[in-house]
């Protein structure tokens, strides 16, 4: 349960509300397991698209029932609810909040390296659990009019929104684990705070399986997008902005570095202004880009002929034919950053500090990143060899060993510390 219930006012989450409307159908268009919206054409994206932008002034009504009693603060109090109870799980034993810990930025469990879920909890994932916050922003998967990708949810942006990204763990066999929507909704029926759901959808008891399945979707996305909690923007960063605070020398040269198109160029991904008409950075541009991180020890790649490449597949499927984008991961937010280890889509690095060094040394020093055999490197080693010409190559990247580094181990430590500004709960 979260400390507080305040109810949101910033409303930054109006079009991703609106895109609950259309939740329903990217739930029917998506498959088992990762519960993907794979098959939705780039026609429904664009529509989808179009669709929250021309609701999104009118969000507030798009719900399900959307009589006058139905209140949004409603929604999100009956998610909130939902968000952390184990009995959403088929086995009764795991909760969203189980793999998104409010305490680590609504990210893995500490210490945690991939989450295990299914009905003994044994079952490893494949990706490590992303922070859940600063979403609100986000948009449908689409490619922009220069042909990049972007926005979508997940790693791989296969979910159009948060509430149609809600059936990837409730119907995943090693999260969730029920199996069926049929089989959510029977269990959603049982919770002793059903009535309190529907009343917030506007909702009553002759309310059919696929509008418990939708209020149950809606108000998981209300939670998230109108509980403070993951939009708090109370980060030593924030304070700064704000004229309340000022940064140490070492974070100052490294927010420096950050933005520095020579140097670390974070800020090229992990946008360091905010979005137009608006006042915080997100410090994501929700692109997609390939960085070539090691292989991790797991479950999944224990086969050697398994390779998560994100947007081309295997677990997206709709791209499968774009080997352009084989590697190709969403870049997250770093807000909390320093409260979510383990990083990258795949956790392979442990530490903050690891995950800047790894930006500094990949192509110097790559031996220290990937496995060496008969004194050759086998750099990218987690995709396969006809796909590592996808990995980014511009700055911090794009050295050859021997060179001297972009970043040095100084740099790093610089970095690391700016990046620690960006925790929120900051009290000057
Ligand atoms: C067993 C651990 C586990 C459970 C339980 C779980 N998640 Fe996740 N969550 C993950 C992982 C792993 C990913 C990344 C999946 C991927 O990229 O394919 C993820 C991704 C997400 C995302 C996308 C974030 C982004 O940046 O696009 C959202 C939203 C989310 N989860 C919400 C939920 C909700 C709501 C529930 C409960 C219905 C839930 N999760 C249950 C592990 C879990
Ligand atoms: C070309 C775009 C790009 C640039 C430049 C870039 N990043 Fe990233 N960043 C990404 C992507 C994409 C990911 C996720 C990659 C993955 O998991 O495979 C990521 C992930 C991360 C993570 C792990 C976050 C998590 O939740 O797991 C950290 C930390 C990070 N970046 C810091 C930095 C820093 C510091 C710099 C500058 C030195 C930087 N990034 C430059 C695109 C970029």
Not at 135 to 140: E, F, V
Not at 284 to 303: E, I, K
């Amino acid at each position: 349960m979260t400390p507080h219930r305040r109810t949101c006012t910033r409303h930054r989450d109006r079009a991703s509300t609106a895109l609950a409307a259309l939740g329903l159908l990217a739930a029917l268009l998506s498959a088992c397991g990762g519960g993907s919206a794979a098959d939705t054409t780039a026609a429904t994206t664009m529509a989808a698209t179009t669709a929250a932008t021309t609701a999104a002034t009118t969000a507030d009504t798009t719900a399900p029932g959307s009589a006058a009693t139905a209140t949004e603060a409603a929604r999100v109090a009956a998610g909130d609810l939902l968000f952390h109870d184990t009995r959403l799980s088929a086995a009764g034993n795991l909760a969203c909040a189980s793999c998104h810990v409010q305490a680590r930025g609504h990210a893995d469990a500490d210490g945690v390296f991939l989450p295990l879920g299914g009905p003994a909890l044994d079952q490893q994932g494949l990706r490590s659990s992303p922070t859940l916050d600063y979403l609100g922003d986000n948009r449908a998967f689409a490619f922009d009019n220069q042909g990049r990708p972007s926005g979508g949810f997940t790693w791989d942006g296969r979910a159009d929104s948060r509430a149609a990204q809600t059936l990837g763990p409730l119907l995943a066999a090693n999260e969730m684990a029920h199996a069926s929507s049929a089989a959510v909704v029977a269990r959603v029926r049982t919770l002793p705070y059903f009535a309190q759901l529907l009343s917030a959808s506007a909702l009553d008891t002759a309310a059919s399986d696929a509008q418990v399945l939708q209020a149950l979707q809606q108000a998981l996305q209300s939670y998230q997008a109108g509980d403070p909690d993951y939009q708090a923007f109370t980060s030593k960063f924030d304070a700064v902005q704000d004229g309340r605070a000022s940064f140490t020398a070492q974070e100052s040269r490294g927010l420096n570095i950050f933005n520095s198109p020579q140097q670390g160029n974070c800020a090229s991904c992990h946008t360091s202004t905010p979005p137009p008409g608006q006042t915080r950075a997100l410090f994501t541009n929700f692109g997609y880009f390939a960085l070539g991180v090691p292989r991790n020890r797991s479950a999944a790649t224990a086969d050697p002929a398994f390779f998560d490449m994100g947007l081309c597949g295997p677990v997206r499927t709709d791209l499968a034919h774009r080997t352009d984008l084989c590697g190709k991961f969403k870049v997250p937010t770093l807000r909390n950053v320093a409260l979510t280890a383990p990083y990258f889509h795949n956790g392979a690095v442990t530490t903050l500090q690891d995950a800047v060094s790894f930006y500094a040394t990949r192509d110097i020093d790559p031996a220290r990143w990937y496995p060496v055999a008969d004194g050759v490197v086998d750099k990218f080693n987690d995709l396969p060899v006809a796909y590592r010409g996808n990995v980014d190559q511009q700055p911090p990247f794009g050295l050859q060993p021997g060179q001297p580094p972009r970043l040095s181990a100084q740099d790093v430590q610089d970095l690391a510390a700016f990046l620690r500004t960006l925790t929120d709960g900051f009290v000057p």
